[in-house]
């Protein structure tokens, strides 16, 4: 067995594959639809889903879902034969604003290698630069972008110095303001609770973003990062709420959900309660010796995400997000499981797109194509543990508002 080198990895997903122009040449009737997804196996959890069907796209939406589409119906055309036809992939943990600090990625450039159509920054702004992250960064992005407003008022610009060292920096009405004024595109407050990042503050921080986003609405949630958390784990997990997200859920960086391959109570409590439990790979964020005794008690995840920043791409984990899905794919989940905690169950913590996440009629034109590469492969946590596989999920192709990124070019060439 061997590890997938990094070079094949990402020169692989770079590859696309695509059909020609559809239509008959001379036709006097204007296509039905503007893009046809032929001939892929779709994956689609929200339906249950999964078959050889023909992927129809107008005007930005999903308008049909058929065993067989005529090539002719359409403007252009994707074969995509052989292959899987997913949703658009969600990563509900990510850092895309790279004019804030220096481990923020331009999103556009990372699809060939991460298939995805819609990223959630994890607060890589605060309430001093969130308004330049939409107006600067979400305005120019074709891929989708939402975010977290970091308790901290600067967010993570200061990287690597820890944003809470400093308390007075966890302005509670300034991000509950930012939060609601900006409620399309934020979900919510991010904080970070490490020990290296609160410094002597203790619980205070996270009790600050809790406040914060039940001032800006019963909609907003917290995003807690855990790694060695700053008091008792048990402390910083009782504070979260419903729906909020407890990210970095499998980090085992010390004082974690799993202590002594016990899951801590205060875990399962959360979880029971309705706290989303977030992968949150990242580069130090995964260790495969907590999650799978976390996995068989009863404490697996909810969404896959990638936490993917300039560290983390560079570690040996890769944490590009069809990457990371191959880990879970290859410990204890199914394809469609692993595929719908990268689709519509991140989709729903977002709750801003209409059936995002989804293939269904009406849904918006986003498709990830992937390859199920069937081959001995290696994986590495983020601790050096290495597990064996049988197969990965290499990117194709992906088409975001019905707009395929890299050829065919439609006319003419915009995007919503």
């Known amino acids: 067995m061997h590890q997938i080198p990094r070079r094949a990895l990402l020169g692989g997903a770079a590859a696309m594959a695509f059909g020609g122009q559809a239509g008959a040449q001379g036709s006097t009737q204007a296509p039905r639809h503007d893009l046809l997804i032929k001939g892929g196996e779709v994956v689609d959890p929200s339906q249950g889903l999964r078959g050889r069907r023909d992927v129809a796209i107008r005007n930005g939406l999903v308008v049909a879902v058929e065993p067989e589409i005529p090539a002719s119906a359409a403007a252009q055309m994707i074969e995509a034969g052989g292959k899987l036809v997913c949703p658009g992939l969600v990563d509900l943990h990510a850092h895309v604003y790279p004019e804030v600090s220096s481990i923020g990625l331009p999103a556009d450039e990372l699809v060939p290698w991460t298939a995805t159509t819609t990223y959630v920054s994890a607060g890589d702004a605060g309430s001093s630069t969130f308004s330049m992250f939409r107006h600067a960064v979400m305005a120019r992005s074709r891929t989708r972008l939402l975010g977290f407003v970091h308790i901290a008022n600067f967010g993570l610009a200061g990287f690597p110095v820890g944003e809470m060292l400093n308390i007075d920096h966890a302005m509670v009405e300034l991000a509950a303001k930012t939060a609601a004024e900006n409620r399309d595109v934020c979900l919510g407050i991010k904080v970070r609770m490490t020990q290296e990042v609160v410094g002597t ?183 050096n543990n290495r597990r064996q596989g049988t197969q990965w999920l290499k990117p194709v192709q992906v088409v975001k508002a019905g707009r395929p990124f890299g050829r065919p070019f439609p006319s003419p060439f915009a995007w919503p």
Request: proline share 7%.
């Open 201 to 383: 503050n203790g619980l205070e921080p996270l009790r600050r973003a809790v406040r914060a986003a039940e001032l800006a609405g019963p909609w907003a949630k917290v995003m807690c990062h855990i790694g060695n958390a700053p008091d008792s784990i048990e402390a910083v997990l009782d504070l979260l709420r419903p729906g909020d997200i407890l990210t970095h859920a499998f980090s085992g960086a010390g004082n974690n959900t799993v202590q002594n391959g016990r899951v801590v109570p205060a875990a399962l409590r959360a979880k029971q309660r309705g706290v989303v439990i977030d992968v949150g790979h990242g580069g130090g964020s995964f260790d495969y010796t907590v999650f799978e005794p976390a996995r068989d008690q009863g404490f697996g995840p909810d969404t896959i995400s990638s936490d993917i920043h300039a560290v983390s791409g560079n570690t040996p984990g890769l944490p590009f997000l069809p990457w990371v899905m191959s880990k879970f794919l290859n410990n204890g989940y199914t394809l469609d499981q692993v595929v719908e905690m990268a689709t519509v169950k991140p989709a729903k913590v977002i709750d801003r797109v209409e059936k995002l996440g989804t293939l269904q009629v009406g849904a918006p034109g986003d498709v990830s194509i992937l390859e199920l590469v069937r081959e001995p492969v290696e994986f590495v946590d983020t601790r």
